[in-house]
């Protein structure tokens, strides 16, 4: 075998309960591997199991060896020298990762071989292969440096030890697209420079399609297919993989219905006798759940845990849809007019006389990276943050300063626009049942417009019983569609949606989109779409708006910004998307 | 660089972090959760137990608690004195038992007007902001600045003693800390974003405060209220034990322990008793605030 | 500089408590019953004659901001009057018995950072496990055992019972070991909880395992991670342990029978002696204040966040 990463049936449980089931895994030296799955698929730990970093509390069984040494249960002494020399892990986020107390230099000084620590212009050469051509930076504390500078440091510090594989967890997740795109050209470049393997681990397809010789995908714990990320890409033959490429928004043209999967991910315990993708299959059979299906070789370094083929779509491939080609919004009145709006947080003007219009009815994206006074602008919009400057006019009521409308005013206000928040964990209040959030939001509008908390749950698709449950027992995708429901009940004419499906899955962010576009298209709401995701901006939206460092860079048709962007900024945000993969059955149906 | 840090950080920290946050909880140890209930239960019925000596103590003591028998003085435990009596023959049960009752009726207000007055406060200076924080916030300041109980012996001291100088003095004083907790706890669940939902659907401050807020900040205020108990328990025993605020012969267990320190070689029960008894309840009751704690940290409300 | 920008506003916050501090001090007179006369007359006859002699002495016919600041400015050259009772410059009372204290405190002191740091760390770094349980709870034991209660144990089961120390009173060292004992559990519990907060919250950072990733030896990770790392938010807490000295110490003098400003304090203030205890409580805030100040002054230096002007 020339494996250098050999992982035979490993497994990982808490106490009793599985989270990582029986995984196989091998990479070659010099191969880069994806291990894609949404969250609770195991990825992560599979990742800390080969790095031997496990916490003591779960127990692992199988086996993991690198070049023939064997890491589980092996002893602190030799998982030391195996760790930083011969595996390199990169975590997600940048902002942790580093010791704030410590250098950057100082960092990679102690990651380097004790032969090289004290050669002179090491650091310098460290700093170099990551791209930081600035020997200063050396001196500097993490807190001084952005995300991608810290990025950039912290693979840095990993490659000091000149390790043969290198596992990197999600190592852009926590930064802005275009700073994304320039790390994963860095690791790509610095895997091949060093003929080093490269383990990534990420929830997106497309980045793993584009960047990796193979993909694993896993979901709940297990691997329900492996194989050439060409061949998994164009001919998945799992149901799961199947769903999740087609639940991808893509970049370069709107879909006409994005298929969500179904329910969510189980717990790897709870299915560990059964496929665990059987719940939410569409091609389900009653042997399905009877056995654990095997992994069956079905092509050349292909296999799926599915006991069947993937059946096609009982429908064609969703086309695409027609879009708005209106450069200009419609004539007629406004339903929101920004003016001119400026607002400073002390030194930092966060909007730089921004103007915009919404016409009633019309689905509006607002792109922009962090810092870019995307989010700013909605909660001035809202009313939760009070502008330095300019003019908010909603439907011929000033609502710049809201604190100064008259009560009725406020009422008006109120009724007017309404907001879907980024975070489902928190946009609820944990002590409030759905229901009396609900009724709460629907108490709000005249009796007689009122409409009940059933009526509101059917309109977001949830059953009548989720009334009485409290937000700690729906998932992530349940939890955004009551705060969709809740900001639907007093029926407002424009719903700001800020990231509202950032943090969730791409299974469930396609049917928080879709039922967005539904409640959109059904009651003429007027949708303002903040959102760093240009796929996402695409299939939802007609027009864009681009902001850069508070300022309105461009706005247009989508469909138009997104074909042919004219700002630099704006070519450099479409070129950071990775390409949707272009499946066989598309191809066929395209031909 | 600087934008990037001060301006809330957009969108991007997005889906992995539910699953960081698993590796997190998979990898903290069941082990002393399991172990809570057992000590927790433990604490409860220990405070329930002086409660209701507290309640009843004064019905079921042996003797009368002021009743003396200086022929016999000081002498240890005996089948007709369980914990022996005092220099003046008093018995030492019967003392505790009606002691009981000043010791925790006491902290038990100065716990509910501490955690009143410090919840409200805090509430509001948290949701509100402006000047009624930065008052409160410098007068905390302040507060802090002294250390609590040298400024309770010098005022209950000076005017002379007194239950009432005594209660209001500690609510004062144990105020800052609850107001500080809360106004911090407040403001955290005020960068959430079922707090903006709640603005964005224009139900009033008031509201928002007490039905949505407060409601989410209940594990800190009842394991406030139960640190403000201890606190106030310790103090007013410390204060009798001083001989400040009380008249001497009190059966109060602090002044017992001034009072009998002296026959610590013949009875030492009549000291000790009363000392471990204000341990145990005060110990009993920080366990309990402290799990709840536990449970706060642990589960913290949100995500599962 | 930043740095110096820093401790010069906390140094001009530290004044201004100071005086607010100073202020209700002296206005501890007028609370004491029967008017500022009386407590200042003490035991000596209240006939007309001595009343105007006290009311000239003190300016008591001046308004109060006169009265103060006359008071203010003799506190600021270290005089405070006499003793009501006894009859002595209450600068000299106390530094007759601050050296008890002092060495009280100091040896506590000890105490405290010996027992309550490693115990701290030790909990911390094995979370869950039986030493952290054991550990938890006898800190969380301590936090409520009131300094006076632990005084009499002692006493009953090291000076009565083993007689290994003396019971009461000054003399040489031993006489301190219980009392220096008795006062430093209490924070000593205070300190090992922060500590193991401190452990515990480092020791689930993200960096922490980036390092152990690297390959970072376990002796390297200890060195210069947690405990530098964790060494900053226990800082923290260094005034509010110093406060607990000062209230400490006057259940502990008081239980041992040490002739030192806590017991002072406990006499001046059961007989009314305003003078003595306005000095008593003007020092405790200066030694807090200061103390809070100087770990203000330490963070800013330890923390590059702040020293390279972040704020």
Redesign the interface.
């Known amino acids: 075998m020339t494996d250098l990463l050999r992982v035979r049936g490993l497994s990982v449980s808490l106490e009793e309960r599985r989270i990582v089931d029986d995984v196989d895994l091998d990479i070659d030296a010099g191969e880069t591997v994806g291990l894609v799955g949404e969250s609770g698929s195991g990825k992560s730990l599979l990742a800390r199991a080969v790095a031997g970093l496990l916490p003591p509390s779960l127990t692992t069984t199988g086996s993991v060896t690198m070049s023939g040494t064997e890491l589980v249960d092996a002893s602190e002494r030799l998982l030391r020298t195996v760790r930083g020399r011969r595996v390199g892990l990169l975590m997600q986020d940048p902002f942790t990762m580093l010791n704030p107390l410590k250098t950057v230099g100082a960092h990679i000084t102690e990651s380097l071989p004790r032969g090289l620590r004290r050669r002179r212009g090491e650091i310098e050469k460290r700093l170099a292969e990551v791209g930081i051509s600035d020997p200063r930076v050396a001196s500097r504390y993490p807190f001084q440096l952005s995300g991608g500078m810290r990025q950039r440091v912290a693979i840095a510090a990993v490659l000091a030890g000149d390790p043969e594989l290198l596992i990197a967890d999600e190592p852009t997740t926590a930064l802005d697209a275009t700073i994304q795109a320039e790390i994963m050209q860095l690791l790509r470049s610095v895997q091949k420079a060093r003929g080093m393997a490269v383990l990534l681990i990420t929830h997106d397809l497309r980045v793993a399609f584009a960047i990796c010789d193979k993909v694993q995908v896993m979901y709940a714990g297990r691997v329900l297919e492996t194989g050439l990320s060409e061949d998994v890409a164009r001919n998945p033959r799992h149901p799961y993989t199947a769903g999740l490429i087609g639940a991808l928004p893509v970049l370069e043209r709107r879909i006409s219905q994005l298929v969500a999967i179904p329910g969510s991910v189980p717990r790897a315990a709870d299915v560990t006798h059964k496929c665990a993708f059987a719940d939410r299959c569409p091609q389900r059979r009653p042997d399905c759940v009877e056995t654990r299906p095997p992994l069956r070789i079905v092509a050349d370094l292909h296999a799926t845990a599915c006991l069947y083929d993937v059946a096609p779509a009982e429908t064609a491939p969703p086309g695409d849809a027609v879009e708005h080609a209106q450069e200009t919004p419609a004539l007629g009145k406004p339903l929101l007019t920004v003016a001119e709006l400026r607002k400073d947080y002390g030194q930092v003007r966060a909007l730089d006389a921004v103007t915009l219009t919404v016409q009633p009815g019309e689905r509006v994206g607002l792109i922009g990276e962090s810092g870019s006074g995307k989010t700013t602008l909605a909660r001035c919009v809202l009313g939760l943050a009070s502008p330095d400057g300019g003019r908010i006019m909603l439907d011929g009521l000033d609502i710049t300063y809201p604190h100064r409308l008259s009560a009725s005013g406020k009422r008006q206000m109120r009724s007017l626009v309404q907001c879907v928040f980024q975070d489902p964990s928190t946009s609820l209040n944990p002590s409030m049942t759905v229901g009396a959030a609900l009724a709460e939001a629907a108490g709000r509008v005249q009796r007689a417009e009122r409409r009940s908390v059933d009526e509101l749950l059917d309109l977001v698709g949830l059953p009548k019983k989720y009334a009485l449950l409290r937000p700690n027992r729906l998932s992530g995708g349940e939890k955004q569609r009551v705060a969709i429901a809740r900001a639907l009940a007093v029926n407002p004419a424009l719903l700001i949606c800020d990231e509202p499906t950032a943090s969730l899955d791409v299974s469930v962010q396609a049917h928080i989109l879709e039922l967005l576009r539904t409640i959109s298209a059904n009651a003429g709401t007027a949708l303002l779409f903040v959102t760093h995701d240009l796929a996402v901006v695409r299939q939802i939206t007609d027009r864009v708006v681009v902001l850069l460092h508070g300022k309105v860079v461009e706005t247009g048709a989508t469909a138009a910004i997104l074909d042919e962007p004219t700002h630099s900024y704006t070519r450099r945000l479409v070129a950071s998307v990775p390409p949707a993969p272009v499946t066989f059955r598309e191809e066929r149906a395209n031909a | ?20 946050g ?3 909880a ?7 959760r399991a ?1 809570r209930p057992a ?1 927790t239960i433990a604490a409860m019925i220990v405070l329930g137990i002086m409660l209701i000596a507290a309640a009843v103590g004064h019905w079921i003591a042996p003797y009368d608690p002021a009743l003396q028998n200086v022929g016999l003085g000081p002498t240890g435990p005996s089948a007709a004195h369980w914990l022996g009596t005092d220099d003046l023959g008093r018995d030492v049960l019967s003392r505790l038992l009606e002691g009981a009752h000043t010791a925790l009726i006491a902290p038990v207000l100065i716990a509910v007007g501490t955690t009143v007055l410090g919840t409200t406060l805090g509430l509001l200076a948290g949701y509100r902001q402006g000047w009624l924080d930065t008052m409160l916030m410098r007068l905390t ?2 507060m802090f ?7 309770l ?3 209950v ?4 003693g007194g239950y009432a100088i005594s209660v209001i003095t500690l609510i004062i004083l144990g105020a800052p800390s609850d107001i500080r907790m809360v106004r911090s706890v407040t403001m955290s669940q005020r960068e ?3 707090v ?8 009033p401050a008031r509201r928002i405060m007490f039905r ?1 807020v407060l ?2 900040l ?1 594990p800190t205020v009842v394991a406030n209220l139960l640190l403000s108990f ?1 606190f106030a328990l ?1 103090a007013l ?2 204060l009798s ?4 605020g009380l008249p001497a012969g009190t059966p109060d267990w602090g002044l017992m ?1 001034q009072e009998n ?1 002296g026959i ?2 013949i009875n ?1 029960w009549a ?2 008793a009363p ?2 008894l ?2 145990i309840t ?2 009993a ?3 309990l605030g ?1 799990s709840i704690y536990e449970r706060l940290d642990a589960g913290k ?4 | 500089m930043v740095v110096v920008k820093l401790v010069a506003r906390r140094l001009i916050a530290a004044v201004l408590l100071l005086l607010v501090l100073s202020l209700l001090t002296y206005a501890l007179l007028a609370l004491s019953p029967g008017g500022p006369e009386r407590a200042l007359l003490g035991d000596r006859p209240a006939t007309p004659e001595t009343i105007a002699a006290i009311r000239a002495q003190f300016l008591l016919d001046e308004p109060f901001p006169v009265r103060y600041w006359h008071w203010l400015s003799q506190a600021l050259t270290g005089d405070f009057g006499t003793s009501i009772t006894v009859r002595q410059p209450v600068i000299s009372m106390l530094s007759e018995r601050v050296n008890v204290t002092v060495t009280l405190a100091l040896l506590a002191a000890v105490v405290t950072l010996a027992v309550g740091i490693p115990a701290g760390l030790a909990a911390g770094i094995r979370r869950g496990g039986r030493l952290d349980r054991s550990i938890t709870l006898v800190s969380l034991v301590f936090l409520s055992f009131p300094p006076f209660a632990i005084a009499l144990v002692l006493l009953y089961g090291f000076a009565i019972q083993l007689r290994w120390f003396p019971v009461y009173g000054t003399g040489d060292l031993s006489h301190y070991v219980l009392p220096a004992i008795a006062l430093a559990l209490g924070p000593a519990a205070v300190l090992t909880r922060h500590t193991r907060a401190a452990a515990l919250q480092v020791g689930e950072q993200d960096y922490i395992t980036f390092a152990r990733a690297r390959g970072l030896s376990r002796f390297g990770i200890w060195e210069s991670y947690l405990l530098r790392n964790s060494a900053l938010p226990v800082l923290t807490i260094a005034g509010l342990i110093i406060a607990g000295y000062l209230t400490g110490a006057v259940f502990v003098e008081q239980a041992f029978s040490l002739p030192g400003l806590g017991s002072l304090l406990v006499q001046s203030v059961t007989q009314k002696d305003i003078p003595v205890v306005q000095a008593l409580v003007l020092l405790s805030g200066v030694v807090v204040i200061v103390a809070n100040l100087l770990v203000d002054v330490a963070y800013v230096i330890v923390n590059p966040q702040i020293r390279q002007g972040r704020a």
């Open positions: 660089m600087a934008q990037n840090e001060l301006l809330p950080r957009g969108a991007t920290a997005d889906q992995s972090d539910a699953f960081t698993s590796v997190a998979a990898g903290r140890k069941r082990t002393p172990r000590l300041d302040l600045a002294l250390p609590g109980l040298l400024v012996i010098v005022v001291g000076v005017a002379g959430l974003a079922y903006d939902a709640a603005r964005t659907l224009g139900i949505h409601p989410n209940a201890v310790v025993a410390g034990f001083l001989g400040i322990i320190r610590l070689d030492p000291a000790i000392a471990l204000i341990t005060a110990c009751a920080t366990l402290d409300g949100f995500s599962e």
